[in-house]
């Protein structure tokens, strides 16, 4: 068995104890009796293979306006929106990583300077008073069933009941594990879901007056704690084992 991806596979071949190809190596894969499509792998392979995160589903979650828009026709609730309306409001590039490409706005005159700069700018997104934000790893079981991990993302030197804007607080928080919440894997499933994704690490915030926002969809969420290896290796190891069992081969 091998992953083959144009994405960043390494560690999800090693935690699925399998080989691994970047960009579909023809040497390798033609030895293979099942292979893994992981993201962006565009080259047509002609042996059995079955397909997690599709390259369409990952460019929804990495996309910011066809984010905003599946988010918006599965009714997901996210900070985004068309245009800069109220003040102070993030505007985006159209792809940004780790925060790199948000730029924080504070009037109508900081709007105008980057208009005038010709700065690119994809989408806006409010700006809201987070009371707590949370990181739900999530990843099918089969069609029906999901498995969830949940991280509640906590600044450091800072008291739990401190007003929080996102991004004010980058390199000073912790990922602390928690019990699973039910309405919060609720939303990690419909933002899933809505992007067409098999497993992903969803950024997830409930504002001061209690309402739940997805921020961010990864695809390719960070897997360094033991915690979060562990969930992955047995939840994707189970789907895939659902996909071949069931014919959901390509």
């Given at each position: ?88 409001i ?9 925060g ?18 010709k ?71 419909k933002a ?31 897997i ?27």
């Amino acid at each position: 068995m091998v992953l083959t991806s144009n994405e960043s596979g390494e560690k999800l071949a090693s935690l699925l104890d399998c080989n691994y190809t970047y960009g579909n190596s023809d040497s390798l894969l033609k030895n293979e009796d099942i292979i893994i499509r992981f993201g962006n792998s565009t080259k047509k392979i002609n042996t059995i293979h079955v397909e997690i995160n599709n390259a369409f589903a990952i460019e929804v979650a990495k996309n910011r306006r066809l984010f905003y828009y599946y988010m918006k026709k599965n009714r997901v609730r996210t900070p985004y929106c068309l245009n800069a309306d109220n003040f102070p409001i993030y505007a985006y590039k159209n792809y940004s990583e780790g925060g790199n490409g948000i730029i924080l706005l504070m009037s109508r005159h900081d709007l105008k300077i980057i208009k005038e700069r010709k700065v690119k700018i994809s989408i806006f997104s409010r700006c809201i008073p987070i009371a707590r934000e949370f990181r739900v790893h999530i990843s099918k079981l089969s069609n029906k069933e999901f498995n969830y991990l949940t991280y509640e993302k906590i600044p450091r030197d800072i008291k739990h009941d401190t007003f929080i804007i996102r991004n004010s607080a980058i390199n000073r928080y912790e990922f602390r594990k928690i019990d699973n919440i039910p309405e919060i894997s609720q939303m990690a499933k419909k933002a899933l879901l809505a992007c067409g994704l098999d497993f992903a690490g969803i950024d997830i915030a409930i504002d001061d007056d209690n309402i739940i926002w997805v921020l961010d969809v990864n695809t390719a969420p960070g897997i360094v704690k033991l915690d979060t290896q562990n969930f992955y290796k047995e939840s994707l190891k189970t789907y895939i084992d659902f996909l071949l069992k069931n014919d959901y081969l390509m």
